[in-house]
């Protein structure tokens, strides 16, 4: 199957309207369900047909799309993006799963909007042409802009909702810059216009034009990632989103694998001289989000905060330019999926049972609803990169290559760890543990098969990947080390 | 420049009957009166017309230079008729008989008083800019631009259910004339000097002056006439005073629609001001975009502070126009292909934004933004054909502002440097923030306390419109080429005369 990955964007728009033809909300719920499932074993089927030892893009398609300005529909994989094909489609289908009851106002929207943000962020996975990308970027935007307009938890959800879109709007600008500047420099060297990465990749720049594309999608991307200071939209996000969507945000960093995708490799010697900006950016955002997280009182802002910590280190694993600190941070993005994804899908079952996902509602949760309180704790020890879960190889290989080339940093990190300990267990103990007060808690049921289901299968893919993630690794490691090569 | 006439490639004068037949139309509608039968054959003119345009598109032939399916007939003296189509004026054809197709059925929905008189003056401004479009005598543009403008004015008021509708009217036409008189002036000017410099007769024939170059210091005179002449009806920063008066007061869509839809005062400044004076053009540009740049900041600003969603769009559209203004005024290939599919981009969203803004007034008397909110639930096919459009407005990819604007920050750079450009496109993100919050405080916000009733879920026809737009957006938005390759051969002319290909 060469065109698998077209098939794969094209599941869900079609899923998104076949919603509409269902002659009942439930037939369409469950056409939806069908549209996402079909969509996972689309992206398991081009995962099996991916030849790990290979260091290029596969399964490449190509069309033309705006001859004039030499934009192309062009699609393609590469060891780097291949594994969030799948981790995005599971992702989206735990996120339908967990709303599957929730949804009462509006749900044929709800689950079309869903089905095309899940179509928009595979391609933002899957595209190869810098305008292609920059349109998936964009159209991701639109669904999300209205899932928490419509279905948020909180009373500013419009603001909210408002504040996320124009940020990333913003955000845009320098982006679409970035990629017209590498464009405008391949048609001075005699190429024409070209948005083709892998063109734009073989196309030299001066230095200074390097530093320039470096900071246009430094700051394009930052927004998304988020780094600090540029960050405040995802804990508002989190207050006031539909809890299971937020999981979305926390679970799939875009913005990070922006950075790795273009960033990186079209600005290697400004990202290699930069390297401090990187590294700095990642370091106070771990320890600034981790400091944060402590002082929250609420589930859904302390994950946010945690969030942030993580990414940090994903920024730190980026800056440190060798292998190791590369594939650890593919890895962690991978792992943020199930962990991340999997905290905000279990905070979603919370807020769903009690209404709130604050302290002042809790407490003792853990009596009546030890099986969610249970899976809560193993997959925060997983965020913690406790050994064992999936979470320990990815954090590993980025400290060990943090520690050699950014000591201090490094130092830093593990800090961090130890704060990340601090502020998940302190706020575990006084949600979960200890005696029932709220005659809500003491009403909660705990995990009903389907949601046990979906959760078992997060815990089952953490436990597989932090006992043996060799296979993982080595789907990575041949476009890693072609990303170190381009560096040296 | 070359000619093709009709007769060579066409069965009948394609031009003159898409002036004729909404003309012909429109008298017979007043003749028939207020009937039933009446306003169905309004919807039919339109419908035929709508195909004409369509099949003028499909005989067109794209990659032939000049002007093709020519018509002349000598008439009085400098006042010759004289039509002629290039890629350009198919483009704003189409767009003009979707437009007012659209809008003719909008009138059905809405059930304004005297629908046949209204059909009528609809079909009869649409003859009137059909001519605008078609015509290569500038006299007759400035001609059929004056008719059209005082039919528009009778849409503004007539139609209108506002108490302050004479003050919008009042205000309408002050400002046209005065934009009339100095467009009027400048093309004198220009017919003065072809006579006083070639000796022979009065002309006002695009073709022949054109092939005279206008003396420097006569030039610039002419040029701010013309320029800002048609800057009045665009209209372009800081000419607009009028606009939101009449889009707050006058007839709810209809009217702006018309107006703004289809963007005559671009076309008319690539068809003849351009071509006619380039070099008074390339002494001035910078002084016209410098003044663009502002508008587009200066109309984002004070659209962040209406609370009437009538009176934010006007806003909405003058920020807009001044990047297309920006566009042109690049003087390049790429340049005019984004400035020209940007200003029919902006005329059809800008469509749908009111036409749908009229929905919404029909179920709620009023478009103040804290009386609006909780609509999204009861109607939304017209919430997202709303945003939709404003999605296009700022250039979202997927739709055709995206490719439109892309092409004018190419050109931006080259021209201008990329800090310039940069803090142009940050004008657009501007823009996306009212527009989101216009769209939030109108469709997404509770519904305020007191509304009686509930609003009533979008009718047939209504999502027939809603639909049209929306599918004519995302289609042309993702499939640009055709209109990019329409639009290529002329404005490759035009560039030639700037040097800048």
Redesign the interface.
């Known amino acids: 199957m060469s065109d698998a990955l077209t098939w794969l964007l094209l599941v869900y728009p079609l899923g998104a309207l076949l919603v509409w033809l269902a002659p009942r909300p439930e037939s369409a719920r469950a056409l939806a369900l069908a549209a996402h499932v079909t969509g996972l074993a689309i992206a398991g089927l081009a995962l099996a047909n991916f030849d790990p030892a290979q260091s290029g893009f596969q399964m490449l398609e190509r069309a ?6 030499n934009v192309h529909y062009a699609v393609g994989v590469d060891g780097l993006s291949i594994l969030f094909l799948p981790a995005t489609a599971l992702l989206f289908l735990g996120v339908t799963l967990a709303s599957w009851n929730a949804v009462r ?2 749900p044929r ?1 709800y689950h079309s909007l869903l089905l095309l943000q899940a179509g928009a962020t595979l391609g933002v996975f899957c595209a190869v042409d810098t ?1 292609l990308f ?2 998936f ?3 991701s935007l ?1 669904p999300f ?1 209205f899932l928490v ?2 279905w948020g938890v909180g009373p500013l959800r ?1 603001y909210a ?2 504040k996320y ?2 940020i990333m ?2 955000g845009g ?2 982006l ?2 970035g990629f ?2 590498l464009a ?1 420099n391949h048609a001075a060297l005699g190429g024409g216009l070209s948005f083709d990465l892998a063109e734009l990749l073989a196309t030299p720049l001066t230095d200074r034009q390097e530093l320039v594309v470096f900071l246009l999608l430094l700051a394009g991307f930052a927004v998304k990632t988020p780094v600090f200071p540029v960050h405040t939209w995802l804990p508002l996000l989190a207050m006031e989103g539909p809890v299971a969507v937020v999981a979305l945000l926390t679970g799939l960093k875009l913005g990070a694998y922006g950075l790795i995708r273009f960033a990186v490799p079209l600005a290697p010697g400004a990202a290699q001289e930069l390297h401090w900006l990187l590294a700095g950016l990642g370091t106070f955002g771990l320890l600034y989000g981790a400091v944060a997280a402590l002082a929250q009182t609420n589930l859904r802002a302390m994950l946010a905060y945690a969030s942030l910590s993580h990414v940090g280190l994903v920024l730190l694993g980026i800056a440190s330019f060798n292998l190791q600190g590369v594939q650890g941070a593919v890895l962690q993005l991978l792992n943020f999926a199930l962990v991340a994804g999997g905290l905000f899908l279990l905070t979603a079952f919370v807020q769903r049972r009690l209404g709130s996902t604050d302290l002042l509602a809790l407490g003792g949760a853990a009596r009546t609803m030890p099986l969610l309180a249970s899976f809560f704790l193993f997959f925060g020890l997983a965020g913690m990169g406790v050994p064992g879960t999936s979470g320990f190889p990815a954090e590993l290989l980025i400290l060990v290559s943090a520690l050699q080339v950014h000591t201090g940093a490094g130092l830093a990190a593990l800090f961090g760890m130890v704060l990340g300990a601090a502020y998940f267990l302190n706020l575990y103990r006084r949600a979960f543990l200890g005696p029932v007060t709220q005659p809500g808690v003491d009403q909660a049921v705990d995990l009903k098969p389907r949601e046990l289901a979906l959760v078992l299968v997060f815990a089952a893919l953490i436990l597989a990947f932090g006992l043996y993630p060799a296979p993982l690794l080595d789907v990575i490691r041949p476009a890693a080390e072609a990303w170190v090569a381009r560096l040296s | 420049m070359t000619e093709l006439f009709w007769n060579q490639h066409a069965a009948w004068p394609l031009l003159a009957t898409l002036q004729i037949l909404p003309l012909a139309g429109a008298a017979l509608l007043l003749k028939l009166g207020e009937r039933p039968l009446a306003t169905l054959l309004g919807r039919g003119v339109a419908l035929a017309e709508l195909l004409l345009a369509i099949l003028l598109y499909r005989v067109f032939d794209g990659h032939a230079a000049g002007y093709q399916f020519a018509e002349r007939l000598d008439l009085l003296g400098p006042l010759g008729y004289h039509a002629g189509a290039d890629g350009v004026t198919v483009l704003f054809v189409l767009l003009c008989a979707l437009i007012v197709f659209l809008v003719t059925l909008y009138g059905l929905v809405r059930g304004l008083a005297e629908p046949a008189r209204l059909l009528a003056v609809v079909l009869a401004t649409q003859g009137l800019m059909m001519s605008m479009l078609t015509t290569l005598n500038l006299l007759w543009f400035v001609l059929a631009s004056a008719a059209e403008l005082a039919l528009v004015g009778h849409l503004v008021g007539y139609w209108s259910t506002s108490p302050d509708k004479d003050r919008a009217t009042a205000r309408f036409y002050q400002f046209q004339s005065v934009g009339l008189a100095m467009l009027l002036l400048g093309v004198l000017i220009l017919g003065w000097s072809h006579h006083d410099i070639t000796g022979g007769a009065w002309t006002f024939d695009l073709l022949d002056l054109a092939g005279q170059p206008v003396p420097r210091s006569l030039g610039a005179v002419a040029f701010f006439l013309l320029f800002y002449g048609l800057g009045v009806r665009t209209p372009i920063f800081p000419l607009h005073g009028w606009l939101p008066t009449v889009a707050q007061h006058g007839s709810v869509a209809v009217a702006p629609a018309l107006l703004l839809g289809v963007k005559v005062g671009i076309y008319g400044l690539v068809r003849f001001v351009l071509p006619l004076l380039p070099e008074v053009v390339e002494a001035w540009y910078p002084y016209v975009t410098g003044f663009a740049a502002a508008g587009v900041f200066y109309a984002a600003l004070l659209a962040f502070q209406q609370t009437n969603l009538r009176r934010l769009m006007a806003f909405a559209v003058v920020s807009h126009t001044s990047l297309v203004v920006i566009g042109i005024f690049s003087l390049d290939h790429v340049a005019f292909q984004g400035a020209l599919l940007l200003a029919a981009n902006f005329g059809l969203a800008a469509t749908a934004m009111m036409l749908m803004t009229g929905f919404v007034y029909r179920r709620t008397r009023t478009t103040r933004l804290d009386k609006l909110g909780g609509l999204f639930d009861r109607i939304p096919l017209i919430g997202l054909t709303y945003l939709v459009a404003g999605l296009a407005i700022i250039g979202m990819p997927g739709t055709p502002g995206f490719d439109a604007a892309h092409l004018v920050l190419e050109a931006g750079i080259h021209r201008f440097g990329a800090l310039p450009t940069v803090a142009a496109a940050l004008g657009n993100v501007a823009a996306a923030g009212f527009l989101l919050w216009a769209f939030q405080r109108a469709f997404l916000a509770p519904a305020p306390a007191g509304r009686g009733t509930a609003i009533e879920r979008a009718t047939a026809m209504e999502s027939l419109i809603a639909a049209v737009l929306v599918v004519v957006l995302l289609w042309s938005g993702f499939h640009m080429g055709p209109w990019l390759e329409l639009v290529d051969a002329p404005l490759r002319a035009l560039a030639e005369r700037f040097g800048h290909v």
Not at chain 1, 64 to 69: R, Y
């Open positions: 033309a799309w705006i001859p004039s300005l106002q509006l929207l305008i920059f349109l970027w964009e159209l639109v802009y307009s419509l419009g909702a408002s879109t124009l709007f913003a600008v320098p679409l810059f017209i500047v405008f």
